[in-house]
């Protein structure tokens, strides 16, 4: 069996990776709004039944032309956002065409800043990951793999410093529930000290198991998203979120339309508190 590392892998705390000709400078919007997306895009291969788990299977392995129209179309939807969580995205093998999809979905969405957090390293065979692409700088990246069975992280984006700093961790669990468990108790230590939290991701729960039943419970976090999310051609269960700290205002919430992947994408728009603002966040890229 192929390991996923030679050696244990480590916490590290990480700069972004930086797209040069996306960097004009615009501000933060004045009135404060900033649109978040969470996608799991599996690896760019459509999936539009159950059988296609079987019958497209082959495509987790080898390349095949219709990803790269997929990760157009995924590409032209993240435009539309300043902030966006990538979950089973390949960082450049033999059946992404050896693209890194995070890196190349950064480009067709204009994103300025960007990072691959690989969780799992299969060589040629695969190179299973996180991502996270934002408008606006962070002033820090923590790569966190996620106790439990190999294959799982956690990334913590920090924007601005001290006590109104937001926070933003994007994560995707594992689909057991005590391994799940494990994982939610090392995301709740580490955003213990902030306010402004954003959790996002494909959480493989619903909403109501991380509020009242898991180690997130004492946070106040709202789900605003009840919409199923899986399996994107006729969703029943709502497994992917974004989870807000009451501090910040929910302006809009959606389960995008768009079967691409297995899952569909989920976008809210929040405005943050007057504590935040130009004085405390980067400026943000058009």
């Known amino acids: 069996m192929i390991g996923r590392w030679g050696t244990e892998r ?3 705390l990480h700069e972004p990776k ?14 404060n709004r900033l649109r978040l997306l969470s996608f799991n ?7 539009q039944r159950y059988r296609h788990y079987l019958t497209r299977g082959w495509q987790h392995l080898l390349p095949h032309t219709g990803r790269a129209d997929n990760l157009q179309k995924i590409g032209g939807l993240l435009a539309d956002f300043d902030l966006v969580a990538l979950q089973e995205a390949d960082g450049g093998s033999l059946r992404s065409g050896y693209i890194n999809q995070v890196e190349h979905l950064a480009q067709l969405g204009a994103f300025p800043y960007w990072y691959q957090q690989l969780n799992r390293n299969l060589g040629r065979l695969g190179q299973h990951s996180n991502g996270v692409l934002s408008r606006l700088r962070p002033s820090a990246i923590e790569d966190h793999p996620l106790p439990g069975p190999a294959g799982r992280g956690a990334i913590l984006v920090r924007f601005g410093e001290g006590s109104e700093a937001l926070v933003v961790v994007m994560m995707h669990l594992a689909l057991g529930a005590r391994a799940r468990t494990r994982q939610l108790a090392y995301i709740r230590e580490l955003i213990g000290g902030f306010r402004h939290l954003v959790l996002m991701g494909d959480m493989n729960t619903q909403a109501s198991d991380l509020l009242l039943h898991s180690p997130l419970r004492d946070l106040g976090l709202l789900a605003p998203q009840v919409e199923a999310t899986f399996p994107s051609w006729r969703p029943q269960r709502c497994l992917d979120h974004i989870l807000l700290s009451p501090s ?39």
């Open 41 to 47: 895009i599996q690896v760019g291969i459509s999936t």
């Open 18 to 31: 930086v797209n040069e000709r996306h960097l004009e400078s615009t501000g933060l919007p004045a009135d």
């Open 248 to 286: 910040l205002t929910l302006e809009r919430v959606e389960v995008l339309a768009q079967p691409i992947s297995d899952h569909l994408p989920v976008a809210v728009e929040i405005r943050l508190p007057g504590s935040i603002g130009s004085d405390t966040l980067p400026a943000l890229s058009s």
């Open 10 to 12: 480590l916490v590290g």
